[in-house]
């Protein structure tokens, strides 16, 4: 979220104009060396004082970020980056600002786990597994966690899902006029098939079932059953509604034969998979109790739900009995904000699981890369 900030200043007499000459007014001060040494002392002392406080105070929010109001907004992110251990903490106005609205943030972790993931310096480098980027991902468990392969990807793609079946590889993307569904190479991510939407729909979340890829759309409450083996088949309309009326993520739940799915709102819904209908729903909140607002990207991933926060870097772990939200995978390293072509909206969205349970699927909107 881009915030702007106007900074008004207002004039004041007496500080920014000048006071009319009759309310000035004239001190007579005893010029002794006495007294200018007594003012000295009390200048430094005074100085002393304001200097410790500030050294106090801003080493207590870098320290404990969470006994102050911003402080849950913070993140601390134990690693080594740049060949250097360091922790890193942020606690900004953006923290702050989405705290006070209960959208959240990134959060602090009670961990000393790290991940260093190294550069691929040599470009004749050519080992099977490449790592081509420093970058640290926060995890509250012990398990570590790399980058082990970079593919390409759709610079024109906004990617709303992703989903792996059977060694290929299916993408939803969204905008509307540019909506579609594709395949992609799941060993170099190019686009191998495109299937166009109508123009009026906005494709948006993705998951597979019974044969058959499920894809929602934006704000038509309308979804589409392609079948996997011809994706060029009409595919099977059906109409769906949710807490605010709107398509986001979707996954597949196999244990339970559940689909879930994310409208933006807080809460996940439950449908039946043979009705499409809703059974239930479940608040998800953050891990500082706030509403887990704007969830977007879904995926089940060992018999939990990961998913992705509109506008932030982040992939939450949820719990989808209770809604809590027991882990938060900070990615802001993966690709750096500053260094994206986008104007805010190429966030982290995009995730599925691979052959491997072990090896996940990970893009954005509109990046280069997956």
Known sequence: MDVDVEMVHQKHAGRDEVAPAEDLRQTDIIDHPSVRRQNICFSVAMFGCVAFFTV????????????????AGGAITDGTV???????????AIGKYNNSNGKGWTHKHNS?????INHDHSAGDD??????????????????????ERLVHDSDAFTEGLCYVNGRLFESVGLNGKSDLRELNPTTGEAMTKIPMEGKYFGEGLTFVNGQLIQLTWK???????????????????????TRNEGWGLTYDAANNELIESDGSANLHF????????????????????????INELEFWRGRVIANIWFQDVIIVINPETGVVEKEYDFKNLWKKSTRR?????VLNGI????DPDLLYITGKKWDRM
């Open 112 to 116: 000393s786990q790290h991940q260093h």
């Open 220 to 242: 038509a409450k309308k979804g589409f059953k392609y079948d996997i083996n011809d994706l060029t088949a009409p595919p099977t309309e059906f109409n769906f509604a949710t």
């Open 82 to 92: 740049d060949n250097q251990d360091k922790i890193t903490m942020v606690s900004d």
């Open 271 to 294: 449908w039946d998979v043979d009705t499409m209908q809703q059974k239930r729903k479940v608040e998800v909140k953050r891990m500082d109790g706030s509403p887990a607002k704007q």
């Open 127 to 148: 080992s099977k597994v490449k790592k081509w980027l420093d970058a640290t991902v926060t995890l509250n468990d012990g398990i570590q966690y790399e980058i082990v």
């Open 352 to 355: 599925s699981v691979s052959k």
């Open 56 to 71: 106090y105070v801003v080493g207590r929010i870098y320290l404990q970020p969470s006994e102050f109001p911003f402080g």
């Open 342 to 346: 986008g104007a805010g909206a190429d």
